[in-house]
């Protein structure tokens, strides 16, 4: 079997320019065909990644596709900039991987996670993610964003009412009126004030979550290493269950937050390799490791870095927010896996702007999701969706 053309594709949604899922379609001389996506599909930076994916393309044309570990070795070390990169070319690399795995599952005619090793478990706890975007239908952008206290308990309510027993927000993204806070003043020693704010919005969610119900606390990078200590001093007082990118990681800050907070720390979004990944782990300092196979290299390097993790002790959430393609491939190495936690919902998720868009847009049920059986990954990007791409590249 060998690659014959790569399609690269960059889909629209109804928030475009910010959320725009780049995908690719390997095709086979057998006519087996694999999906896979990058990563940096919201932010700035995703007409890097497309452009990572095509060129990436060129290098794998005529190779056999079952030689997944082959062709990762090859995008990695052949490029120059593939040797400790960062997201655009682990974007691009996840992408090819996702749909190499996704046409080698197809071949075998087996789920994908039983050519990781079988599941273990055929049900994942789930958390809903990111409340302080809100928590509404599912199919709806028009979501509550919480910014007082009362606000942010509203849309914890709703979504333990669907039977969720863990939660995520940020507390710090607005300040009282619902301006969004800048760097300015997010970073250094966080005043009274600012405390006061982030406390009141967690009492809240915590009196509406209950004792039973696991909150993470989400930060995006947003404060420093000192206003980080302040904030998981909070964290401690409401039983928060990790403390979710606290600063901008590097070793030598977070080793100064762990060391003055029992908060767990939870990161990895922003890490892109088994490389980047080992001094964490050999330093203690993730409890929650959070690899995004969206840009982190695809199933193949994740798999790698669930592996380490697992050696140290520490916990795996696969970071999930991407289009429903990048849900069904977390499931499928979550449930293999024996350090898993936790499967991330991200609200993006039950936007419209992932309708459309793939076969499937699975969704948990009372809290869980259960793990697709179809050859593959078990999901696909829509022809029609391919066929309104707002960037569009055939390599062959």
């Known amino acids: 079997m060998k690659i014959t053309k790569v399609e690269v594709f960059r889909l629209p949604t109804a928030k475009s320019k910010m959320n725009s899922p780049i995908g690719c379609r390997i095709h086979t001389d057998t006519g087996i065909r694999g999906d896979g996506e990058a990563g940096m599909a919201y932010g700035v930076g995703g007409s890097a990644a497309f452009g990572m994916v095509c060129d990436l393309a060129e290098l794998i044309i005529g190779m056999d596709p079952l030689q997944t570990e082959l062709i990762w070795e090859s995008m990695y070390k052949k490029t120059f900039w593939g040797q400790n990169g960062g997201p655009v070319v682990f974007s691009g690399i996840a992408a090819i991987d996702v749909a190499l795995w996704d046409i080698k599952g197809k071949y075998f005619n087996v789920p994908v996670y039983q050519l990781l090793g079988g599941k273990m478990r055929d049900k994942l706890r789930t958390y809903a993610s990111q409340l302080q975007f809100g928590w509404g239908q599912v199919g709806?952008?028009?979501?509550?964003?919480?910014v007082k206290p009362e606000d942010y308990a509203h849309n914890v309510k709703l979504a333990v009412a669907e039977g969720f027993d863990a939660v995520k927000i940020d507390f710090f993204d607005r300040d009282e009126e619902g301006k969004p806070l800048s760097f300015l003043d997010t970073t250094g020693f966080l005043t009274p004030s600012q405390l006061k704010m982030v406390e009141a919005r967690m009492k809240a969610s915590r009196e509406a979550a209950g004792d039973d119900v696991d909150i993470i606390m989400e930060n995006h990078s947003y404060p420093d290493a000192l206003g980080a200590v302040q904030l998981g001093k909070l964290a401690e007082k409401y039983h928060i269950l990790a403390f979710e990118e606290p600063n901008t990681p590097?070793?030598?800050?977070?080793?100064?937050?762990?060391?003055?907070?029992?908060?767990?720390?939870?990161?990895?979004?922003?890490?892109?390799?088994?490389?980047?990944?080992?001094?964490?782990?050999?330093?203690?300092?993730?409890q929650l490791a959070q690899p995004d196979i969206g840009n982190c290299g695809g199933i193949s390097e994740v798999k790698k870095i669930c592996d380490m993790a697992h050696a140290f002790d520490a916990g795996i959430q696969i970071h999930v927010a991407g289009s429903p393609l990048t849900t069904n491939a977390a499931l499928h190495l979550e449930c293999v896996i024996p350090n898993f936690?936790?499967?991330?919902?991200?609200?993006?998720?039950?936007?419209?702007?992932?309708?459309?868009?793939?076969?499937?847009?699975?969704?948990?049920?009372n809290g869980y999701f259960t793990v697709p059986d179809l050859p593959g990954i078990g999901n696909e990007f829509l022809q029609e969706a391919i066929d309104k791409a707002i960037l569009y590249k055939v390599v062959e």
């Open 341 to 365: 936690v936790i499967h991330e919902h991200h609200t993006c998720n039950r936007m419209d702007t992932c309708l459309n868009l793939t076969k499937y847009n699975l969704q948990p049920e």
């Open 140 to 146: 709806v952008s028009e979501h509550l964003w919480a």
């Open 250 to 286: 590097t070793t030598q800050t977070v080793e100064y937050i762990a060391k003055y907070i029992s908060v767990p720390i939870a990161n990895g979004e922003r890490l892109f390799s088994r490389w980047q990944y080992a001094d964490y782990f050999k330093r203690n300092l993730l």
